[in-house]
C-alpha cells in the first residue's frame, strides 16, 4: 500500500529536478528576470533625469526680467539639435517609440528587429528625450521608456537563448509602461490591447512576471507611489453623468482630430522632405520649435514640457486656464511633427485633464471629476484603447468609486474617435515603420544578386590568357 505514496514522491522528486535542477533551464530565467529588474530601474533613473531637465528649463524661463523670453530662442535650437543628432545617429529613434516596439514585434527577422531596438538606438532615445525636455518640449518620457525596454528584453532573448522573440518584446514593453506609471496592471492591459492585439496566450507568463519585477525592482528605489496623486472626489448627482458624457464624447473628438493631423501630417512632410530629407526635415524641426515657444510663452509656459504639473493640479481641483487644453495640444502635435524623440502619454493626458477641467466650469461641475473624465476620454480617442485609458488612469490616481465613469467616458471617448479615425494612431505609424523594413530587406536582398551579377559580367569579359 505504501509504493504508490513512495512512487509518486518520486515522480515529483524528478520533476522537479528536472524544472529547477537543470542548469541549462536556470540561464534563460536568470537573464530574463535580469533585463525586467533592468527596466524597472531604468524607468525610475530616466523619470528622476526627465524630472531634473525639466526643472532647468523652468529655472532658465524664470531667471531675470526678460528670462520668459529665452525659450523665443532656446527651444527652436533645442528642436534642431534634437532632429540633427537624431536623424544622423539613430533616424528609428525619433517620435514615441511604441510604433517601432510594435513594428518590432511583427518582424520576423533579428536583422529587421535590430534596426528598430538597438543600443544605439536606446541612447540616443534617452538622451534626446532628455535634452528635449530640457529645451521645453511638449513630450513624455513614456513611449521612449517603452522603446528602451523592448530592446532590454529583446537583449535577453538572446543572451538567454529564448526563442520567442516576440513575446519578450511585448513583455518588455508592458514593463516599461508600469515602470513608467507605476501601474503594473495598465502595463498587462496596454500589453493585451494595445501592443498586440492578437495576444498569445503563450506570452501570458512573461508579462506578468516582466511586470511584477520590473514594479518590484521601481517600488525598491522609490517607494509606492500615485503618479498624478489622489483624488477624493466623487459622483452624488445624476447632474455628473452629464460631465461623462460631454468629457467622452468631446475627448474622442479632439482625440480623433489630433491622431488625423499626425498620420496625415507625417506623410505629407516625409514627400515634402524626399529631395533634401536632412536639411528638410531639420528645418521643419526648427520651425515646429519655434511655434512651441510662441505657445509657451503666450501660455505663460503651460504649454512646456510634459504637463504633469497642469494635469495634477486639475486632478486635485485647481481648474486649467480656459484655453491650456488646446495650447498643449498643438504644442503636442507639433513636436511629434518635428521628429524629435519623446512620448504622447504624459501630454495627452495632460490635455485631457485640461478639457475636463474646461467642461467641468462650464458645466458647473467638481474640476477634480471632469480632469478624471477629460483624461480618459482624450486619452482614449487618441489611442484608441479604452481599456487602457480608464485602467491607467484609476492606477494613477486611485479613483475605484468612479470606476464606472471611467469606463463610460473611455468607451465614449474610443466609439468617438473611431468614427472620425478608423485606424489608431500607433498602429498607423507602426505601419510606416514595416513598410520602411521591407524596403530596406528588399535592398538587401538585391544587394548580393546584383554583386554576382557584376562578378558574372566581369568573368565573361575578362580577356583568355
Known amino acids: 500500500m505504501l509504493k504508490p505514496r513512495r512512487t509518486g514522491r518520486a515522480k515529483l522528486w524528478r520533476r522537479s529536478r528536472v524544472i529547477w535542477g537543470n542548469a541549462a533551464q536556470w540561464k534563460p530565467r536568470l537573464v530574463f528576470w535580469l533585463g525586467a529588474i533592468s527596466i524597472g530601474i531604468f524607468g525610475v533613473f530616466f523619470a528622476k533625469a526627465a524630472d531634473f531637465a525639466q526643472a532647468i528649463f523652468h529655472a532658465i524661463r524664470g531667471s531675470g526680467e526678460w528670462g520668459y523670453l529665452i525659450p523665443l530662442a532656446l527651444t527652436p535650437v ?260 518635428s521628429g524629435i524623440p519623446g512620448g504622447i502619454f504624459a501630454p495627452s493626458l495632460s490635455v485631457g485633464a485640461g478639457l475636463g477641467s474646461s467642461i467641468a466650469l462650464l458645466l458647473g461641475s467638481k474640476v477634480g471629476l471632469g480632469a478624471l473624465f477629460g483624461m480618459a476620454g482624450y486619452f482614449a480617442g487618441v489611442v484608441q484603447s479604452p481599456m487602457t485609458a480608464f485602467v491607467i488612469i484609476l492606477e494613477m490616481t486611485e479613483s475605484s468609486d468612479n470606476i464606472l465613469a471611467l469606463m463610460t467616458a473611455s468607451v465614449l471617448g474610443y466609439v468617438t474617435s473611431r468614427l472620425i479615425c478608423p485606424e489608431p494612431l500607433y498602429h498607423g505609424l507602426a505601419r510606416n515603420f514595416l513598410a520602411e523594413d521591407l524596403r530596406a530587406t528588399r535592398a538587401e536582398d538585391r544587394a548580393p544578386a546584383n554583386a554576382s551579377a557584376s562578378a558574372s559580367d566581369a568573368v565573361a569579359t575578362a580577356p583568355e590568357r
Open 78 to 337: 533645442g528642436y534642431l539639435v534634437c532632429a540633427y543628432l537624431t536623424l544622423r545617429i539613430a533616424p528609428n529613434a525619433q517620435g514615441s517609440g511604441i510604433p517601432q516596439a510594435m513594428a518590432a514585434q511583427n518582424i520576423v527577422t533579428q536583422a529587421g528587429r535590430a534596426r528598430l531596438l538597438s543600443l544605439r538606438i536606446a541612447v540616443v532615445k534617452v538622451v534626446m528625450t532628455i535634452v528635449g525636455l530640457g529645451c521645453g518640449a511638449s513630450i513624455g518620457r513614456e513611449g521612449p521608456t517603452v522603446q528602451v525596454g523592448a530592446y532590454i528584453m529583446q537583449l535577453s532573448a538572446r543572451w538567454g537563448g529564448v526563442g520567442n522573440a516576440r513575446g519578450l518584446i511585448l513583455a518588455g514593453s508592458a514593463a516599461g509602461i508600469a515602470a513608467a506609471f507605476n501601474t503594473p496592471l495598465a502595463g498587462i492591459v496596454f500589453a493585451i490591447e494595445e501592443m498586440s492585439r492578437s495576444y498569445e496566450s503563450r506570452a501570458n507568463g512573461l508579462v506578468l512576471n516582466a511586470v511584477i519585477l520590473s514594479g518590484l525592482a521601481a517600488l525598491a528605489l522609490v517607494g509606492n507611489y500615485t503618479y498624478f496623486g489622489e483624488t477624493h472626489e466623487v459622483m452624488l448627482q445624476a447632474h455628473d453623468w452629464l460631465l461623462v458624457i460631454a468629457c467622452g464624447v468631446a475627448g474622442g473628438f479632439l482625440g480623433a482630430a489630433f491622431s488625423l493631423a499626425v498620420l496625415r501630417g507625417t506623410l505629407r512632410l516625409k514627400r515634402w522632405a524626399q529631395p533634401q530629407k536632412m536639411l528638410r526635415l531639420v528645418l521643419a524641426a526648427g520651425v515646429c520649435g519655434f511655434l512651441v515657444a510662441i505657445l509657451g510663452v503666450v501660455s505663460d509656459g503651460n504649454a512646456f514640457g510634459s504637463g504633469y504639473e497642469q494635469a495634477r493640479h486639475a486632478i486635485e481641483g485647481q481648474p486649467a486656464p480656459p484655453l491650456y487644453f488646446l495650447s498643449k495640444l498643438l504644442a503636442t502635435f507639433l513636436s511629434m511633427m
